[in-house]
């Protein structure tokens, strides 16, 4: 069952650790190795890279915007170019491709991140939110050394053994959900559910380090 927190336990602002989750979310529950769905969805390669225009002015793009890095000072708000698609207040970033059908998967090397969230957002969402905390974001998270989804300011705790250099998201519009994926099974190690009725974007939140992405990928075999 998903847990309701507020928003201000869950998020970083402007770099600046607001809380922590409780103890009483930290709790591990046993998941099901593989969710079957059955899918409509047509699949295809989603190559994409990181909209700078979007970037938090404490994130800085890195290969040829396919990587981000978090920068703990980071950069004067008055010193980055102003821009309605820019994030004002949390370190997020979006990809600069919009999904709105189809089955989607890319991975992302998370090996140098301690902190960060993954997963997708409606390209509209306002800047002034964090990605988990609203009902138009759904994302898998890693904070102090655990893994959860979210979505509406909801936290469900997800069980996964260590903490992988890298890992896959699937996005499947039209079946309604997002998968976490063992790039190394592979297989889905937990999924999100979603009425996704507006344009996505890849989404990206990120306190400490970098992430890679791996775009322009086909589906493992084998996933449901």
Known sequence: ??????????????GRTVSSLSAGHR????????????????????QFRLDERTAHSSLDLFKKDTGVIYRMMGLDPSQVQDDPERFRDWA??????KISSGRHYWEVTVKKSQEFRLGVAEA????????????SSWVFGYAQRK???????????VTLVGKPDRVGILLDYEG?????????QPRIIHTVRGQFKAPL????????????????L???EGLM
Request: hydrophobic share 45%; proline share 5%; glycine share 8%.
């Open 27 to 46: 709790r591990a529950v046993n998941l099901p190795a593989r969710t079957c769905f059955i899918s409509t969805s047509t699949a295809s390669s989603l």
């Open 92 to 97: 997020v970033v979006f990809g600069d491709k």
């Open 147 to 157: 893994w959860f989804a979210m979505t509406s300011n909801k936290i469900v705790p």
């Open 201 to 216: 974007c890849p989404a990206f939140g990120l306190w400490d380090g970098e992430l890679l992405t791996h775009s322009g």
């Open 1 to 14: 069952m998903a847990m309701p927190v507020s928003a201000a336990r869950v998020c970083r602002l402007a």
């Open 124 to 135: 509209a969402m306002s800047r002034d939110d964090c990605v988990g905390t609203n009902s």
């Open 176 to 184: 309604g959900f997002l998968g976490l994926v063992d790039v190394e």
């Open 218 to 220: 086909e589906e493992p």
